[in-house]
């Protein structure tokens, strides 16, 4: 099985919180296995175990109250 990493630029994130509500929204996506924000960077890198379409991890991130941009 095939890791994939996606890395989407977040804006709109105050404090570490922000990215705890991101990570907690986005792991709940079949298929995620990790992700990680960091507020300072703005960025959200995405682990899954397998294709996941980016555009349901901007929708997550979108849920938990930010603006997602897929990067690469
Ligand atoms: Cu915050």
Do not use: K, W
Request: with cysteine; glycine share 8%; proline share 4%.
């Amino acid at each position: 099985m095939s890791t994939t990493r996606l890395t989407f630029a977040v804006t709109g994130m105050h404090c570490d919180s922000c990215g705890l509500l991101i990570d907690d929204e986005v792991e709940e996506l079949p298929g995620v296995t990790t992700s990680t924000t960091d507020v300072r960077t703005e960025r959200t890198i995405v682990e899954c175990a397998g294709p996941v379409d980016p555009e349901l991890i901007v929708n997550a991130i979108a849920e938990a109250g930010y603006q997602g941009r897929h990067l690469d």
